[in-house]
C-alpha cells in the first residue's frame, strides 16, 4: 500500500526523525496561512502517489504568502500522470547545502532487508544505479541480529567525510531502519537527505511503501488509504478478498488462481481479444464471493462478455456454479456468460450448469475462443 | 525415488480441526498420504477423519514421529505456527497460507537454514509424488506417477499443465507449488537440484511468472548444472507494470521482474517457453525425444570407439602368428554381437 509523502513524515516523526515542518491543505488561502503562520519561505508539494512531482511542476519555492497562495492554487487540481492532486504540503523551505539518498528494501535475491546509501542524492535513485552504480552502497542486514551501530556509521561515512555529521547520519539510519520493521514496510527512502545551513541533517523528502500482508497489525495505518487515488473497484475487490486489477479490454474474466487468471489474461490476447480485467476469486470460495465479482465485472461499461477459467483445487466447483446462477438471479446480467469449471466436485457443478445451459466447455483453449467469439 | 516426499512422509496438520486443514486432511488421507497427527490447541485428545489431534506439535511429533508439517493456520498465527514446527523437529514445512508479513518471511527464512528445515511456501498449494505421497492441496486426480518434475510458482496453472501432460501419457515424478510470495523457502534452483539427481525424473517442467528473478538465476544454473532437459512457461506476459497480479510476488518494479526478460533468459540457455499452456506437453515429449535420441548417439559412438579402442589393443598385444590364417572363432563371435 502507498502512502503520501505527508503521511510517510507523520510516521518518520513518531521514530525520531528529524522532518521539515509542514502542513497538509487543500486550498489555496489555507496554503497561504501556514505560510504566514512559518513566517519565512515555504514549499508547496503536491501529495500524490507517484514520482517525478517537481519535474512535472508539483513542487514549487515560495518566497512569500502571496507566492504560497498562488502556486497551491495552480497544483491543486493537477494532473500528475494520471493523478489528480487534492492535497499539497506546505513546508517551510530548508536551506541546502547538500543531498543524499538512504533507503530500505527488502531484497528477493538475498532474502534480506538490504539498506542502501549515496551521496548522490535528489536523484532517481535507478539512475544512480544505471550511470554511477560505484556510487551507491548497499549492506544486508543480519536478520537475526538486526541493524547494529558500527554498520550504520560504516553507511554514513560512505556519504559524509565528517565524522561528526556522519555520526548524524548513522543515527538517521538506525531509526529509519526501526522505522521500516515498525511499519512492515516493503520500502523507505528519503530522497534527499539534506544537509541544511547549520549542518542539520533533515529528510526533505519522505517515501514509505507499507506490505499488504503486514497491514493486519496496523490498524491505524490502513487507515492512512487514500480511496481517491485508488480504483474504487479495485477498493471494492479487496474488501471481499478478491485480487482485482483494471485492464481496458471487453472480456471480463473470473478465475481462481493469480497464476491462471494471468494465464488467462495472457490467453486471450494471444487469440487477439482484449482481457477487461484480472480477478482471482481465490482458494475457498462461496457463492457470495462469485457474486461480488461478477457485480464488480458489470459495473464495467466496457464489459461485453464475462470468461469463467475454473480448476478446482481448494475452490470447489459447485460453490462456484451456485454462485454463478444465484449471481444470474439476483443481477439479471446483460453480458453473455461463457464457462470452464474443471476439477473438485466437476459433476456436481455440471448438474448445477445444466439447468441454465451456459456456453461450457472443459478446455481452458475453448471458452476463450468462446468468449472472443461472443464480442466479435 | 521422486523429491522431497516420498512413502517415509509422515504428517502432522497444524490447524486440522479448521474448514480447510479438515478437509484437506481427508482429501490427503483419500490419496494414501500418511497422515499421522493434527495439531490445534484446545482440542488434544479429539479425532479428525481418525487422525488424532495433539495440544501442540512437539506432543504431535513425539507421539507419531511425525516428520513433516502442513500449515493451514490464518495469517496472523502461520508464522509462529513455522517455528513451532522447525522447534519440534520436523524436516519438511508445507505452508498452505496465504498472507504472511514479508519482514517475518526474511528472518524464518534464514532461522530455517540454520535449523536445516527445509519449508515449501508459503502461500503455495504444496507438494506431491504421485504414487507416494501428497502434502498439499493439488487435486490428485489429475496427476499420475512419471517422469517428468514439475516446478511451479503458482498454484492452479499448475493444475492446468499438469492436466495436459498427464492426458498426453506424460506423468509426474514430483510437482511442487513453491508458492506466489516474494520471499519463499525453496526456490527453483533447490528443486532443479534435487531433480537433476532424482533417476525417476527425465524432464523438467518449470512454470514462472512476473516479478523478481528466480526464473533468470535458474536458467542459469540450467546451463551450467543440469543434463535433463528443461521446457518453460511464464505467465504475465499481458500484466501492467506496477500492479501486484494477485500474488504477493507478481509484481513489476520498475525495470525488473518482466515476463520477457524471463523468456528471454530461459531462450538464451536452450530452455524452450511455450506461448501457451496447451503447448507445454508437446515441447517436453519433443525434448525428450530429442534428448533420448542425442544420448542413444552418444551411447553407440562411444560403444564404437571402445570396440576400436579395443581391437587396437589386442592387435598390439596379441602374440605374432606363424600362420597368416585369421583366428575364425573370435571374427564369427564378433559378428553374432
Given amino acids: 500500500m502507498k502512502i503520501h509523502e505527508y503521511q510517510a513524515k507523520e510516521i518518520f516523526a513518531k521514530f525520531g526523525l528529524p522532518i521539515p515542518k509542514g502542513e497538509v491543505v487543500i486550498a489555496p488561502d489555507e496554503a497561504r496561512n501556514a505560510a504566514i503562520h512559518y513566517n519565512r519561505p515555504v514549499m508547496v508539494k503536491a501529495q500524490v502517489h507517484v514520482g517525478g512531482r517537481g519535474k512535472a511542476g508539483g513542487i514549487k519555492y515560495c518566497k512569500d504568502p502571496d507566492e504560497a497562495f498562488f502556486n497551491a492554487q495552480e497544483i491543486l487540481g493537477m494532473d500528475i500522470k494520471g493523478l489528480i492532486v487534492k492535497k499539497v504540503l506546505v513546508t517551510e523551505a530548508v536551506d541546502i547545502k547538500s543531498e543524499a539518498y538512504v533507503g530500505v528494501i527488502i531484497d528477493r535475491l538475498s532474502k534480506k532487508n538490504v539498506i542502501m546509501v549515496s551521496p548522490a542524492g535528489g536523484i532517481d535513485i535507478e539512475q544512480v544505479a544505471k550511470e554511477t552504480p560505484e556510487k551507491i552502497m548497499k549492506m544486508g542486514v543480519d536478520p537475526i541480529y538486526g541493524l547494529r551501530a558500527f554498520e550504520a556509521l560504516q553507511l554514513a561515512r560512505f556519504i559524509y567525510q565528517d565524522i561528526k555529521v556522519a555520526r548524524q547520519g548513522a543515527d538517521i539510519i538506525m531509526k529509519l531502519y526501526k522505522a521500516f520493521l515498525g511499519v512492515d514496510a516493503s520500502l523507505v527512502e528519503i530522497n534527499p537527505l539534506v544537509m541544511d545551513g547549520q549542518g542539520t541533517l533533515i529528510a526533505l523528502d519522505a517515501k514509505i511503501n507499507l506490505d499488504d500482508n503486514g497491514l493486519y497489525r496496523h490498524p491505524e495505518l490502513e487507515k492512512m488509504r487514500d480511496l481517491d487515488a485508488e480504483e474504487p473497484a479495485e477498493i471494492e475487490a479487496k474488501k471481499a478478498d478478491l485480487s482485482y486489477v483494471r485492464l481496458s479490454g471487453n472480456i471480463g474474466c473470473i478465475v481462481n488462481g493469480a497464476g491462471l487468471a494471468m494465464a488467462t489474461m495472457d490467453l486471450v490476447k494471444y487469440f487477439g481479444g482484449q482481457p477487461a480485467n484480472f480477478l482471482d476469486i481465490g482458494g475457498s470460495s462461496s457463492p457470495e464471493k462469485v457474486m461480488t465479482a461478477m457485480r464488480i465485472i458489470l459495473n464495467d461499461s466496457n464489459v461485453a462478455v464475462i470468461l469463467f477459467n475454473i480448476f478446482g483445487g481448494i475452490t470447489r466447483c459447485d460453490d462456484v456454479a451456485n454462485g454463478i446462477v444465484q449471481a444470474v438471479e439476483k443481477l439479471n446480467p446483460r453480458v453473455p456468460i461463457v464457462v470452464r469449471l474443471t476439477g473438485t466436485n466437476e459433476d456436481k457443478a455440471k448438474e448445477i450448469m445444466q439447468k441454465y445451459q451456459f456456453p461450457a466447455t472443459n478446455s481452458m483453449e475453448e471458452v476463450v475462443k468462446m468468449a472472443i467469439k461472443e464480442v466479435a | ?270 530452455i524452450p517457453v511455450a506461448e501457451i499452456p496447451s503447448k507445454i506437453a508437446d515441447l517436453m515429449a519433443e525434448k525428450l525425444a530429442a534428448h533420448k535420441k542425442k544420448a542413444t548417439l552418444k551411447s553407440a559412438k562411444s560403444t564404437l570407439k571402445k570396440r576400436a579402442t579395443k581391437k587396437a589393443v589386442t592387435q598390439k598385444t596379441a602374440p605374432k602368428r606363424r600362420s597368416a590364417k585369421k583366428p575364425v572363432k573370435k571374427t564369427a563371435a564378433r559378428k553374432k554381437k
Avoid: W
Wanted: hydrophobic share 40%.
Fill in chain 2, 1 to 270: 525415488m521422486a523429491i522431497f516426499v516420498d512413502k517415509n512422509t509422515r504428517v502432522v496438520v497444524q490447524g486440522i480441526t479448521g474448514r480447510d486443514g479438515s478437509f484437506h486432511t481427508q482429501q490427503m488421507l483419500n490419496y494414501g498420504t500418511k497422515v499421522v497427527a493434527g495439531v490445534t490447541p484446545g482440542k488434544g485428545g479429539t479425532e479428525v477423519f481418525g487422525v488424532p489431534v495433539f495440544e501442540n506439535v512437539a506432543e504431535a511429533v513425539k507421539k507419531t514421529k511425525a516428520n513433516t508439517s502442513i500449515i493451514f493456520v490464518p495469517p496472523s498465527a502461520a508464522v509462529d505456527a513455522i517455528y513451532e514446527a522447525a522447534e519440534a523437529g520436523v524436516s519438511l514445512i508445507v505452508c498452505i497460507t496465504e498472507g504472511l508479513p514479508t519482514i517475518d518471511m526474511v528472518k524464518v527464512y534464514h532461522y530455517l537454514k540454520t535449523k536445516g528445515v527445509r519449508l515449501i511456501g508459503p502461500n503455495c498449494p504444496g507438494i506431491i509424488s504421485p504414487g507416494f505421497s501428497k502434502v498439499g492441496i493439488l487435486p490428485g486426480q489429475i496427476f499420475a506417477k512419471g517422469p517428468i518434475g514439475v516446478i511451479s510458482r503458482s498454484g492452479t496453472l499448475t493444475y492446468e499443465i499438469v492436466y495436459n501432460l498427464t492426458i498426453k501419457g506424460l506423468g509426474q515424478s514430483t510437482c511442487i507449488g513453491i508458492g506466489g510470495d516474494p520471499i519463499i523457502g525453496t526456490n527453483f534452483i533447490d528443486c532443479l537440484k534435487a531433480f537433476q539427481n532424482d533417476p525417476l525424473t527425465r524432464g523438467i517442467v518449470l512454470i514462472g511468472e512476473i516479478g523478481g528473478s528466480d526464473e533468470e538465476m535458474a536458467a542459469e544454473f540450467i546451463k551450467k548444472n543440469l543434463t535433463k532437459p528443461v521446457v518453460g512457461f511464464i505467465a504475465g506476459r499481458t500484466a501492467p507494470p506496477g500492479k501486484r497480479m494477485g500474488h504477493a510476488g507478481a509484481i513489476i518494479s520498475g525495470s525488473s521482474g518482466l515476463a520477457e526478460d524471463k523468456i528471454k533468459a530461459f531462450n538464451a540457455v536452450g
